[in-house]
T-cell receptor
């Protein structure tokens, strides 16, 4: 149980393109999902907390207009990288907490984004 | 100083060895402690989860939390080549505005060679 699915797994696109990444909780409802960014050989960096039915909470230094987050249902959150540039190339990972009360986050398999 | 410190390794051991991975932390508010395993180009996979101090065992894995020393450990017995991955410790506080937000260690790269 507690499966988080992320799509697509790999994206290669031209500079200036907007890219949407989906994160789904397959067998549970998630009022909160998290979006991370990971650079090679580094740990995960939290970008934002996505709350169902309300605005996302962004970490300091993360551009809200660059990284648009929508959490329209209890099983789906999306991250849109708008007008992507090469410096946005990275590994993006989402996670979700299953159940009520505190439960450890379960992660998707990540999206490798390459901007040419 | 980082809130969570983890030796990045790399750590290389022979198959069958006992592996010890550790993290230290500075925030006494942390109450939930996790270990994740991450294979290359994949998302982290939850291995162990402990609340407050104590030990927890699951198969070949044992997690220990010593809150008095602000020190957590993961032991892997009879290590296998398939255990080769990056191991991340993570922790979070109970309640408050940071509830649920994980603070990660840097990750330790482990290689188990046949």
């Amino acid at each position: 149980g507690a499966v988080v699915s992320q799509h697509p797994s790999r994206v290669i696109c031209k500079s200036g393109t907007s890219v949407k990444i989906e994160c789904r909780s397959l067998d549970f409802q998630a009022t909160t999902m998290f979006w991370y960014r990971q650079f090679p050989k580094q740990s995960l960096m939290l970008m934002a907390t996505s709350n169902e039915g309300s605005k996302a909470t962004y970490e300091q230094g993360v551009e809200k207009d660059k990284f648009l987050i929508n959490h329209a249902s209890l099983t789906l959150s999306t991250l849109t990288v708008t007008s992507a540039h090469p410096e946005d190339s990275s590994f993006y990972i989402c996670s979700a907490n299953p159940g009520t009360g505190y439960q450890p986050q379960h992660f998707g398999d990540g999206t490798r984004l390459s901007i040419l | 100083q980082k809130e969570v410190e983890q030796d990045p390794g790399p750590l290389s051991v022979p198959e069958g060895a006992i592996v010890s991975l550790n993290c230290t932390y500075s925030n006494s508010a942390f109450q939930y402690f996790m270990w994740y395993r991450q294979y290359s180009r994949k998302g982290p996979e939850l291995l162990m989860y402990t609340y407050s101090s104590g030990n927890k065992e699951d198969g070949r894995f044992t997690a220990q939390v010593d809150k008095s020393s602000k020190y957590i450990s993961l032991f892997i017995r009879d290590s296998q080549p398939s255990d080769s991955a990056t191991y991340l410790c993570a922790m979070t506080r109970e309640g408050g505005t940071s509830y649920g937000k994980l603070t990660f260690g840097q990750g330790t790269i482990l290689t188990v060679h046949p």
